[in-house]
């Protein structure tokens, strides 16, 4: 299977993996720009491969929120990888999925769950807390669910500059405060607070839809920060939706489908 490429387009940022000699060598972030063309980014990755001495890869393995960059990132991997790109959707790969229609499942959700499962091997709840905020439930045999969207840290920030006339735009935290003393202050308290009690209310009504307390697997640009918050156990996975297109990848060609 390696070298594998694997991309993760999300709204804010673009995050690739590359899976060398059974493990994850490198890691790149790019920030989202659908104003860029195929050529650029095919630069900017053929750039990225050689600094680790690599022209190109066996696979490379896509997941993409931004409909408009998708079909550039296939482009670029036909240039840069010996098979052809795989755009990893719902369902398959090994995961069932209650969803209604099943392909509206967002890319990211689903092989953050399949990653999810396949490190559980049981029940799971997958926190994904970034530009926005995803609890999703998978079965113990490895059925998506459903679960819950809400807006992240950053828009609910946004949210209160753009909605009010005097309220400031607050880089959103968690501060140690309980109750803010200026007005920069209270915003950041709501925010960060009410944000971490968002989340644990969503994994207790999610508990609750399954059954069982099942284990919580978290990843995001969020994670670390949100982890000593929640007050419940939960297995921090930075790398959750690059492992996520990897277990994908191994699916495919365990079962005799290059493509």
């Known amino acids: 299977m390696d070298p594998l490429l694997a991309i993760d387009i999300g709204n804010t940022h673009i995050k690739l993996g590359l899976w060398l000699d059974g493990s994850w060598r490198e890691e790149w972030r790019l920030s989202t720009d659908v104003r860029r063309t195929a050529d650029e980014y095919r630069i900017s990755l053929h750039s990225l491969l050689h600094q680790v001495g690599l022209e190109g890869v066996r696979r490379c393995a896509i997941a993409s929120v931004v409909p408009l960059l998708t079909p550039i ?22 995961m069932a999925v209650d969803y209604v229609p099943p392909d509206s499942l967002g890319a990211d959700r689903f092989v953050n769950a399949l990653a999810a499962w396949h490190k559980v091997q049981a029940a799971v709840v997958v926190v994904d807390v970034g530009t926005t905020a995803t609890v999703d439930a998978v079965s113990w045999e490895g059925r998506f669910l459903g679960g819950a969207i809400a807006p992240g840290p950053h828009f609910l920030a946004q949210a209160l500059a753009q909605g009010t006339a ?82 994908a990848v191994e699916w495919l060609e365990r079962e005799g489908r290059p493509e």
Request: proline letters at 11%; charged letters at 20%; aromatic letters at 8%.
């Open 73 to 94: 990132f296939m482009r670029v991997g036909e240039v840069l990888s010996e098979l052809p790109p795989i755009e990893i959707q719902p369902p398959g790969y090994g």
């Open 166 to 247: 005097k309220l400031p735009l607050v880089a959103p935290t968690i501060p140690d405060l309980a109750l803010g003393r200026n007005t920069a202050a209270a915003v950041s308290v709501g925010v960060g607070h009410g944000f971490v009690g968002m989340v644990r209310e969503l994994v207790t009504r999610t508990w609750k839809a399954l059954g069982e307390e099942a284990p919580v697997v978290l990843t995001g640009g969020w994670s670390q920060r949100l982890l000593p918050w929640l007050h419940f156990p939960a297995r921090l996975e930075p790398k959750l939706t690059l492992d996520g297109l990897r277990y």
